[in-house]
């Protein structure tokens, strides 16, 4: 059997000898090993962190519809993306400065997931780069996602080296054109090394649908634009032949007082009508929340903060571990619902409720405090 598309392990409770048999215990062992503002890098957001919450608190509005006596003894959570088979709907989305987390930084996130079969989309601005990226796991399914810091040779030249690295899609990031105010940062006069050394930020300012156009024009490679949240917005990218539409709020880091991701993608599904594929990030890090992006109608998911604290407990080894666990969650939903796989998921199977949990950057995590008991 293919090694990337294995079945999930037994996760029964002291079924195995991993260390980690929660994804909760990613998040302890990733805080035992950060400092301070390597933390408050990953957990804060912008502002008042009100749309960093809202992620939360638009996911846990959403209950479950489950169908029952369905026979899922048989449940396969595959999907074909990019003419690939995925072991997941995942992909671990675009995070800079990944080396903050684990020395190798992005190269250890696309060996992991190329072990397990999802998807890296590697950002512009983490170590060690498009080239070396790539080369750590020339088999992996790799996308690129690009800050535009320079003209339209910049961007030329960023499109045709990951078509020469062979990305699989190229991503134009869009909700940047002003960087945000991290006041986790400012309140303790903390400037980021990677800040420092910036430039070209103007560029990201001046960005338009006309680079869009250029893109389109010059290149064969797929296009995902990320940042897009409203309707409005996803039918002049149609218009403009993007193929993939990334419903994104930066998790909360951006646009403060923004909505919640799941509340924002209905809306671009029902204007997309099929004629793009749909990428969501922003909140989601359970498997249930991966089922509910799914059923309410993206075609991936993205999973930004998880990642980090998976590559900061254990590197490679730590972001294989993790979504083999998110796979058992999934896999669990997904029988638990009535279905065998993601194709028999739709809206019907999701209802609006009211949210339990207090929203936080560790609302889905309730048992942070428990220590494993040692037998």
């Known amino acids: 059997m293919n090694e990337a598309i294995r079945p999930a392990r037994n996760m029964e409770l002291g079924a195995s000898n991993e260390p980690f048999q929660n994804l909760h215990e990613f998040v ?35 209950a479950f519809r489950p169908r029952v006596l ?27 400065a ?67 690295a062979k990305y699989t899609a190229f991503c134009l990031t869009v909700d ?7 006041e986790r940062d400012i309140a303790k006069r903390y400037v980021r090394e990677s800040r420092m050394r910036s430039t070209g930020g103007d560029y990201q300012k001046g960005l338009s649908w006309r680079t869009v156009k250029l893109i389109k024009d010059k290149f064969k490679i797929p296009l995902i634009i990320k940042g897009i949240a409203t309707a409005e917005d996803t039918k002049i990218a149609l218009d403009h032949g993007v193929e993939w539409i990334y419903v994104s709020n930066h998790g909360g880091r951006q646009l403060d007082h923004g909505r919640g991701a799941m509340h924002v993608l209905p809306e671009i599904v029902e204007a997309a009508k ?27 998911v993205g999973i930004g903060r998880l990642q980090c604290w998976a590559l900061a407990a254990a590197g490679e080894a730590g972001v294989l571990r993790m ?52 037998y």
């Open 28 to 62: 302890r062992k990733a805080r035992a090993n950060l400092n301070q503002n390597a933390w408050d890098y990953i957990v804060g957001a912008a502002e008042t962190e009100t749309t960093l919450r809202r992620n939360r608190m638009a996911l846990d509005e959403i």
């Open 70 to 96: 369905r026979d899922v003894a048989k449940v396969d959570a595959s999907v074909e993306r990019f003419g690939r088979k995925m072991r997941l709907p995942v992909m671990l989305a675009p995070v800079g």
């Open 98 to 164: 990944l080396e903050i987390f684990d020395p190798a930084g992005a190269a250890a996130v696309v060996r992991g997931v190329g072990r397990f079969g999802a998807a890296h989309m590697l950002s512009s601005v983490s170590d060690p780069g498009l080239e070396k990226t790539a080369e750590a796991a020339p088999d992996a399914l790799r996308l690129f996602q690009l800050y535009v810091r320079g003209d339209d040779a910049f961007v030329e030249d960023h499109v045709s080296r990951a078509i020469a």
């Open 176 to 182: 940047t054109a002003h960087y945000s105010r991290r």
């Open 274 to 300: 099929g004629r793009a594929k749909i990428m969501v990030d922003g909140g989601f890090c359970r498997g249930s929340d991966v089922v509910k992006a799914i059923a309410a109608g993206a075609d991936i």
């Open 323 to 374: 979504l083999e666990l998110l796979e058992d969650e999934v896999m669990r939903s997904l029988g638990l619902l009535g279905v065998t796989s993601f194709k028999e998921l739709d809206k019907s199977y999701l209802h609006p409720a009211t949210a339990t949990n207090m929203p936080s950057v560790f609302s889905a995590y309730p048992l942070l405090d428990i220590e494993p008991y040692r």
